[in-house]
């Protein structure tokens, strides 16, 4: 599959995910109580939840255009890391889904529009992305034994790291050809912080 067909096809993928109900558990609904279920929420949240599967493939395109564009992503990876332990500490984000909705169409547009960010301005913004992200997904595990507890943020760490150095290596061979390619991508990407912002705001109308 070359690198032009892998990212029409990732971006048909993640229009056709949109309407369904943007599930953050992987254990249908039920707290881990176990390393493995906890290494699985961890390994699963990111991906059952299409906002920030987006969001960590926006953060991979967006580190592309950087020489050391994986460091840019262990900033994100990180600072996610550092939002889900604060959120089992207690700490309260009022509005934290629409947050995370905001932030996965702001990394969308910016994509879309072509902006080009400094390795410092992408630094940033990914850092506070991250930190908002970890704390909603931290919501699924809080609660839990001090095992699960431990494995969640493992196989967090690793799924996402892997999605967004896979969309980097991705974008970095689209960027060869016509930036056209991952402006629409980006485009998917903010089209699905829309939506899932309209499911968050819908039923509170």
Do not use: N
């Amino acid at each position: 599959m070359t690198a032009k067909t892998f990212g029409l096809v990732a971006l048909s993928a993640a229009s056709l995910l949109a309407g369904p109900a943007f599930a953050h558990h992987v254990m249908g609904g039920k707290m881990p109580v176990s390393f493995v279920d906890g290494l699985l929420s961890g390994l699963g949240h990111p991906v059952i939840g299409l906002d920030h599967f987006a969001a960590v493939v926006a953060v991979g395109c967006l580190a592309a255009a950087h020489p050391k564009g994986w460091g840019l992503v262990v900033g994100f990876v990180v600072a996610m890391m550092a939002g889900v332990g604060a959120h089992l500490q207690g700490a309260s984000v009022p509005g934290a889904e629409l947050i995370v909705a905001g932030s996965v169409i702001g990394l969308g547009a910016i994509m879309a529009t072509h902006r080009q960010l400094s390795a410092a301005v992408a630094l940033v913004l990914f850092v506070a992305v991250g930190w908002v992200h970890g704390y909603a997904l931290g919501e699924s595990i809080f609660g839990a034994e001090q095992t699960p507890l431990v494995a969640y943020p493992v196989g967090l760490a690793v799924i996402q790291s892997a999605i967004a150095l896979a969309a980097m290596r991705v974008a970095q061979l689209l960027m060869q050809g016509d930036a056209l390619r991952l402006r629409l991508i980006g485009a998917g990407i903010a089209g699905i912080g829309i939506a899932v912002l309209v499911q968050q705001v819908v039923p509170a109308a």
